[in-house]
């Protein structure tokens, strides 16, 4: 029989490989690896072939998992995978679980968010030195000689405080947390005057902290909420670094201080099976971690209990402050819950838990290994019969080759195999190959940490001989006798390893770590064509029509909050309503494996749903309906079906995905949300129950014999005691489940549910009298409680249940002005859609593709002025932006008697300054200011705006508009979405050619000009005729149209020798120093410091096309520019002039 403890491994670190920025894309990634394989192996395809495993982030190299065979010929459905038989993994210690914790802070903010702002300034000052140093060697209140004593007790410096990384912050709140008794008899001193390494906030923070008991409570109370939820996080943390080895389950995984390992004579070396424990995640260990977190109860935690018990008791407006607390507990608990299910849940999904089969080896003998095995059989014979079947979906995946050929039939072999069967080797190595699969990379970074302490610690090192020694050490090439045996053949062959030309050791270091330009920088356009087609043809793409429906509820509801939706009618009319709690709109826009690589059976359950927490359902009679009094006004938007007193009670919540569609099933108008809700933890009744059939099952294990134990007693009559009993149902159950005439004490199970009831509202731990000691060591027994060291019993958290009390609901869309509501008030009042030409008040049509609120708003409000506008061709329903609808609304309530004109090419700004004129609350006109750049769209802006690095898009994505003839341009205007107007359409033009509000007659505003803009050749006409001298103005207020007409600079009269060492930095700047020195000859910006015309120079360099900072256009590589011309060439420009 194969074991576990049986199965070596051997970790070998292959080159590193040193990537640019400009390698940060899949394809640059996937001829790393191949290159990787190709330096450690004879045959790259055999060795791409061999890998079983894949793991990464959510990054770019998550493109790794589904990479086409890049050199493979044919199409893309022929090519196949790079790494066919490799299984993709999720970083689960660095990416899942820093994600997962994240939401911590999320579920606090969005139910708290004063709270937790307050609470995370305070624990980053507290965590500071500067506290520890101010309130006890600075503190005049602490005596001379305890300041020592004290001190004592810090000797540990506390952690720096991370927001970024949340195990450093559970790091300094486990810190806190052995000292919470001394840090609150400290006394804030520092909140008196902030330190210098105390933001504001901190400051403030540690002065609430100093002056206020109150808030010191809810500190506290705020510290141990979090570090609950923390503490849950570090667990799992501490199960993923560990290894899954039986003989080394229940070994303290306690870390040995650094001089401890270092004097230890005999060193253990570490297991080699740390951080691969693929089978018990495939074996639901991730599902048993959910069933924890599920169970975390602020009362069952007992630091956090007497903490808020602390808080309420303090006055009145602590009460409100512990419920806010406990409200924020709850949705952060559920909000990481469901980040966690979301990341975890493939692991139990196949074709990812075929490594299922393996859990047996990792059961101790006996019999539990026993009937492990029978389960690993069963599940082989079901996944046979399904394959048979054809509804086992294994093609295009990893698992493919493991049920056909020689796999199958070892796999028929296994599944329908006795006790005495051993699964054939073949299999068993296949399946290892995957089991021993890591899932934390922590194991792989910590090899890039020591590439980083060996680069600081070294001189005139790069990372690629770093690399080469680490691997020196770590490798065991070295130190095996055949490999020294044949070296100098190695040497003789070397240039079939490295077969591109070079001349020293540094240079062979870049060429085998890829730190080379004809490596780094070649061309994988090709690649990447493939990979943005497959990545596009597996990417699923959320409807419009969904997308508004998205938009509106991100609008209406709110996450954390609680809402009933109308989900079924019945027959009788009454309607069935699911109560639950928003946890996040969108959960699909996270990344997680179903995403990402599309396997798994069945579609992705979070694509176009919203996660919720279900709490019941609730079933309102029909004619039932609340109307509001106090707000007559707004009673047909107040109509609820729910009445007034009336309370929602649950006890229970799961997880769930809630399509989207759902929640408009049955009209969105008749959602309500809930405005009362509260939380309380109570003792669970069904703890209890569960509790006593463990205890049914073992008197039922025994020779028939029932005996007299606590919570059972002989039952004289079945009847008697049925017919005496609150729960005979349950019990007749039990006994003619048994056999056995024995039945509940219901008596002593009174008591005990009284005991556990009074512990859980009380929060501290209780003393329990004579009469209760024998219900109190029962339910200790049955892990539901536990005795603190002082006698007092406190509850479990598997114990409670957290209650939700929900009440006084209201409708959510009784005010509402989203972008669907609009359109469902249109539709309802007989607008239909259609195209932007075909547009009409009168028609009641409006522009479909128009989505802007302000346009459909005027549709509803304003249809008879826009009828008055339209006749005079004043208003246009085509795509324009929403200043332009607020102007028309403007003058519509201003200049009720005129048509207004307003323009359709101004920008966000200048319709700001035209609706403040309309409004009268200004007397400056911007419709006489064209030229003005910030409120008028021109073609120069447009040049300007092409120019700009940062608006400029891809090749691939600029639509090419080819010019229609005039009459079919004029036909086809209203459906274009522009946003400024044609000179050659006098469709959209503006009434007045003086741009008046108030035209002397109609017919001037029939006689309108037909074009409010003059184009764009007159204005670069005009602006060259009227460019004459530069005016003496600052770089930054010079027009766009004087940077288009500025001729080519001269090149150097001389040249200048360079003196930077980057090749890149060496043709940026030597592309920039003509501009400069022509920037120096003009007298504007002769007398201008260095820098302001070093970037005069980069403008115009920036005008004329230029991209010469890089291919990510960063400002700080424009500055980087800037630093390296300031040092260097400036004085030698200076030079030549």
């Known amino acids: 029989m194969l074991r576990f403890i049986d199965v070596a491994v051997h970790i070998r670190l292959l080159p590193l490989q040193v990537m640019g920025k400009q390698a940060t894309n899949t394809a640059y990634k996937a001829r790393s690896v191949l290159r990787m394989l190709s330096l450690e192996a004879d045959d790259v395809q055999t060795a791409r072939l061999a890998v079983r495993s894949l793991l990464s982030d959510m990054g770019v190299e998550s493109g790794l998992w589904s990479l086409p065979d890049l050199d493979a010929p044919g199409s893309l459905e022929e090519r196949g995978r790079c790494f066919p038989f490799s299984i993709p993994l999720a970083d689960f210690f660095d990416h899942l679980l820093h994600h997962v914790m994240e939401e911590v802070e999320g579920g606090f903010s969005t139910a708290a968010k004063e709270l937790w702002d307050s609470f995370d300034a305070q624990l980053s000052a507290l965590s500071k030195e500067v506290y520890i140093k101010k309130n006890i060697w600075d503190n005049a209140a602490i005596p001379h000689e305890s300041k020592a004593g004290l001190a004592s007790m810090f000797s540990s410096v506390c952690p720096t405080y991370c927001k970024t990384r949340w195990h450093y912050g559970f790091d300094v709140m486990h810190w806190f947390s052995k000292r919470e008794a001394l840090i609150q008899h400290l006394e804030p001193e520092s909140g008196q005057s902030r330190g210098d390494d105390l933001s504001q906030a901190e400051g403030e923070g540690l002065r609430k902290l100093a002056a206020d008991q109150l808030e010191r409570s809810i500190f506290w109370a705020m510290f141990w909420a979090v570090y609950c939820l923390e503490q849950w996080g570090f667990k799992v943390h501490m199960w993923l670094k560990a290894c899954p080895c039986p003989q080394h389950q229940g070994e303290s995984e306690r870390r040995r201080?650094?001089?401890?390992?270092?004097?230890?004579?005999?060193?253990?070396?570490?297991?080699?099976?740390?951080?691969?424990?693929?089978?018990?995640?495939?074996?639901?260990?991730?599902?048993?971690?959910?069933?924890?977190?599920?169970?975390?109860?602020?009362?069952?935690?007992?630091?956090?209990?007497?903490?808020?018990?602390?808080?309420?008791?303090?006055?009145?407006?602590?009460?409100?402050?512990?419920?806010?607390?406990?409200?924020?507990?709850?949705?952060?608990?559920?909000?990481?819950?469901?980040?966690?299910?979301?990341?975890?849940?493939?692991?139990?999904?196949?074709?990812?838990?075929?490594?299922?089969?393996?859990r047996y080896i990792l059961v101790p003998p006996g019999q539990e290994r026993v009937a492990a095995e029978r389960n690993s059989r069963q599940l082989a014979a079901d996944?046979?019969?399904?394959?048979?079947?054809?509804?086992?979906?294994?093609?295009?995946?990893?698992?493919?080759?493991?049920?056909?050929?020689?796999?199958?039939?070892?796999?028929?072999?296994?599944g329908g195999g006795g006790e005495g069967t051993v699964m054939d080797n073949n299999l068993f190595a296949e399946l290892v190959g995957y089991g021993v699969s890591l899932v934390s990379m922590q194991r792989l970074e910590a090899r890039h940490h020591l590439v980083n302490i060996k680069m600081g610690s070294s001189r005139a090192s790069g990372a690629t001989t770093a690399s080469a020694a680490l691997r020196r050490r770590q490798n065991p090439d070295c130190r095996q006798k055949s490999f020294r045996a044949e070296f100098e053949d190695y040497l003789q062959r070397f240039d079939e390893l490295v077969p591109e030309d070079w001349s020293s050791m540094a240079e062979l270091h870049r060429l085998v770590s890829g730190h080379h330009i004809a490596v780094m920088f070649r061309d994988v356009a090709t690649e990447d064509a493939m990979i943005q087609q497959l990545s596009s043809s597996n990417r699923v793409q959320t409807p419009a029509h969904l997308l508004e429906l998205f938009n509106h509820i991100k609008v209406v509801l709110r996450e954390g909050a609680f809402y009933a939706v109308p989900v079924s009618t019945g027959a009788s009319g009454a309607t069935t309503y699911d109560?639950?709690?928003?946890?996040?709109?969108?959960?699909?826009?996270?990344?997680?494996?179903?995403?990402?690589?599309?396997?798994g059976s069945g579609a992705d359950k979070w694509q176009d749903h919203v996660a919720v927490a279900l709490l019941g359902q609730r079933v309102v009679e029909p004619g039932r309906v609340t109307i509001d009094l106090e707000h007559s006004e707004q009673q047909q938007q107040q109509i609820c079906p729910f009445q007034p007193g009336e309370t929602f009670v649950s006890p229970t919540s799961t997880v769930e995905a809630f399509p989207v569609q759902s929640l408009f099933k049955l009209d969105f108008e008749h959602?309500?949300?809930?405005?009362?809700?509260?939380h309380a933890c109570r003792f669970s009744e069904d703890a209890l129950m569960d509790a006593l059939d463990i205890d049914l099952d073992e008197l039922a294990g025994e020779a028939g014999n029932p005996v007299n134990i606590s919570g059972f007693r002989r039952a004289p009559s079945l009847a008697s005691e049925s017919a005496a009993s609150e729960g005979s149902q349950r019990e007749t159950s039990w006994v003619s489940r048994q056999g056995l005439e024995i039945v509940p004490d219901m008596v002593f199970l009174q008591q005990a549910k009284e005991l556990g009831q009074r512990a859980a509202t009380s929060g501290k731990p209780i003393v329990c009298s004579s009469r209760e000691k024998p219900a109190a060591d029962w339910l200790v027994s049955r892990n539901l409680a536990s005795f603190t060291p002082s006698g007092g019993l406190v509850l479990l958290s598997n114990a409670m249940e957290t209650t939700t009390f929900l009440s006084n609901p209201v409708r959510v869309d009784s005010v509402c002005s989203t972008t669907w509501s609009l359109r469902r008030r249109l539709d309802r009042q007989g607008w239909r859609t259609g195209a932007a030409a075909d547009a009409c008040v009168e028609d009641k049509v409006f522009n479909g593709k128009n989505s802007i609120r302000e346009y459909l708003a005027l549709l509803l409000d304003r249809p008879d002025d826009i009828l008055r506008y339209q006749d005079k061709g004043a208003f246009s329903h085509a795509v324009l932006s929403g200043g332009y609808y607020d102007c028309v609304r403007a003058a519509f309530e201003n200049h009720a008697s005129t048509v207004v004109d307003v323009p359709k090419n101004m920008t966000s700004a200048g319709y700001g300054a035209l609706c403040s004129f309309l409004l009268e609350e200004t007397d400056a006109d911007p419709r006489k200011q064209k030229d003005n750049l910030d409120w008028f769209r021109s073609a120069a802006a447009k040049v300007k705006s092409s120019r700009n690095p940062s608006t400029r898009k891809p090749k691939a994505q600029v639509k090419v508009r080819r010019r229609n003839p005039r009459a079919v341009r004029e036909s086809a205007l209203a459906d274009e979405p522009a946003v400024e107007v044609s000179s050659d359409s006098d469709a959209d033009m503006p009434v007045a050619p003086a741009l008046d509000i108030e035209p002397s007659a109609a017919s001037e505003v029939e006689a309108a000009s037909a074009s409010a803009m003059p184009s764009a050749a007159s204005e670069v006409e005009a602006a060259s005729a009227s460019a004459g001298a530069p005016a003496a103005a600052p770089p930054s207020s010079l027009s766009v149209r004087r940077h288009l007409d500025r001729p080519a600079p001269e090149p150097l009269p001389m040249p200048i020798e360079p003196r930077v060492k980057n090749d890149g930095h060496r043709a940026v700047?030597?592309?920039?120093?003509?501009?400069?020195?022509?920037?120096?000859?003009?007298?504007?910006?002769?007398?201008?410091?260095?820098?302001?015309?070093?970037?005069?120079?980069?403008?115009?360099?920036?005008?004329?096309?230029l991209r010469c900072w890089g291919a990510n256009q960063l400002y700080s590589r424009k500055r980087t520019v800037e630093d390296l011309i300031l040092q260097h060439y400036v004085d030698a420009v200076r030079i030549t002039l």
């Open 1069 to 1105: 700047t030597a592309t920039l120093l003509p501009y400069l020195r022509q920037v120096m000859l003009e007298d504007a910006y002769c007398t201008l410091n260095s820098r302001a015309q070093i970037h005069e120079a980069l403008t115009r360099a920036d005008f004329a096309g």
């Open 257 to 358: 201080k650094r001089k401890d390992r270092q004097s230890d004579p005999h060193p253990k070396e570490g297991c080699k099976h740390k951080g691969r424990r693929l089978i018990e995640l495939a074996d639901g260990q991730a599902q048993h971690f959910q069933n924890e977190l599920k169970s975390l109860r602020l009362e069952g935690f007992q630091p956090a209990a007497a903490a808020l018990a602390r808080l309420r008791s303090i006055d009145e407006a602590s009460l409100a402050v512990a419920d806010d607390i406990s409200k924020a507990f709850v949705v952060a608990q559920r909000k990481v819950l469901l980040r966690f299910e979301q990341g975890s849940a493939y692991y139990t999904k196949f074709p990812w838990c075929v490594v299922k089969l393996l």
């Open 579 to 599: 109560v639950m709690q928003l946890l996040s709109f969108k959960p699909s826009a996270k990344k997680y494996m179903e995403r990402v690589v599309g396997w």
């Open 671 to 678: 959602v309500c949300q809930f405005q009362t809700v509260k």
């Open 383 to 414: 996944w046979c019969r399904q394959r048979d079947a054809g509804h086992l979906q294994v093609r295009g995946t990893f698992a493919e080759h493991l049920f056909e050929g020689d796999f199958l039939v070892s796999m028929r072999n296994w």
